[in-house]
């Protein structure tokens, strides 16, 4: 069955109805048009990881989103983390900023630093004092831990959480989406929340640093905490031999496949480029549906990489 798709420059054409739902590019002006629904509903519904409809296609929130690959770029030497998002021509989506915020940070370790000098003194002012006591020792052990304990605590409370924007572009006026870090201190496990522009919460992203010892894995949850989506190491394999012999000038490169919730139903694929400068793709096609909702994917993208350190 054909669909029929008429643009505002006058051109009407005929497409599949495969493509129902979707934006595409009028072949005569290059407007990107999205495809009228087939009768009886053929675009899907739902939230981050609802189903619709056989063949249906589920609409996403911006335009901007509505495909199925992204180029993502890192901005180098630059002190905050910049990515640049552009479709499979090159074309520049969005921008995506994770501040470093450089003197807040320096000036919060100096902090824990004074911190740790005015306890580790103290307690070594106490234990000289009490020398030749059975307390002595007690008070020498308390100076060190105490200045450890408080060179982290005073540290992690004057340091700033690492949030995630992303932009329409490089003037940063348009907001479209945020990735908030939820906590500070994450020793074990890592979450994140992924909000849109209005600030609602769209998925939680969560990942347990301990699995990441034999293979690297980031969840991806509903608002209500059921998993949606799993992006994980693309081989187990593979996994260990980047932990025993490294990345071999990028030959071992990290790349990441996407499932369905518990499931080796793969709907994408995060994978670096082989290239000098860090650039990566992010593939969606196996998800002919869409379910997988756009800004979602393209958060935990972004996670991938700057979550992951490479």
């Known amino acids: 069955m054909a669909v029929r798709v008429p643009c505002q420059c006058g051109t009407s054409y005929e497409l599949k109805d495969e493509f129902a739902g979707r934006l595409v590019k009028c072949p005569q002006c290059g407007r990107e048009n999205r495809v009228p629904a087939i009768a009886g509903g053929a675009v899907g519904a739902g939230g ?7 063949g249906a296609v589920k609409p996403q929130a911006d335009g901007v989103f509505d495909r199925d690959v992204f180029l993502l770029r890192q901005q180098l030497l630059k002190i ?16 995506v900023e994770r501040p470093a915020h450089l003197l807040r940070n ?6 824990g630093i004074a911190a740790a000098a005015v306890v580790g ?16 020792s007690v008070l020498g052990m308390f100076a060190v831990v105490g200045a450890f304990v408080a060179l982290f605590a005073v540290g992690i409370a004057l340091s700033a959480k690492r949030h995630v924007t992303f932009y329409r572009d490089q003037t940063k006026r ?5 990735v908030l870090q939820d906590r500070k201190w994450q020793p074990i496990t890592a979450t994140y929340t992924v909000r849109d522009a209005a600030g609602r919460t769209l998925a939680r992203l969560w990942k347990n640093y301990l699995y990441n010892l034999i293979r690297k894995r980031w969840y991806v ?4 905490g059921t998993t949606l989506y799993l992006a994980k190491e693309d081989s187990v394999i593979l996994s260990l031999l980047r932990r025993l012999i490294g990345p071999l000038m990028g030959i071992l ?6 499932v369905r919730g518990d499931s080796e139903d793969v709907v994408g694929e995060f994978n670096r480029k082989f290239t ?10 196996a998800d002919r549906n869409r379910l997988f909702d756009r800004r979602v994917a393209l958060a935990l993208g972004v996670m991938l990489d700057t979550g992951e350190r490479r």
């Open 253 to 258: 490169r990290t790349n990441f496949i996407i």
């Open 276 to 285: 000098i400068l860090d650039r990566y793709v992010l593939d969606l096609k």
């Open 221 to 224: 949850k509903a608002p209500d």
């Open 80 to 95: 905050s983390e910049k990515y640049d998002v552009a479709d499979e021509q090159g074309k520049k989506l969005v921008f």
């Open 106 to 111: 320096v000036g919060a370790i100096l902090a």
């Open 174 to 178: 348009a907001k479209l989406l945020e």
């Open 48 to 54: 981050p990881g609802g189903r619709g409809g056989p």
């Open 121 to 136: 003194m103290g307690f070594a002012v106490l234990a000289d004092m009490a020398k030749g006591s059975a307390y002595e």
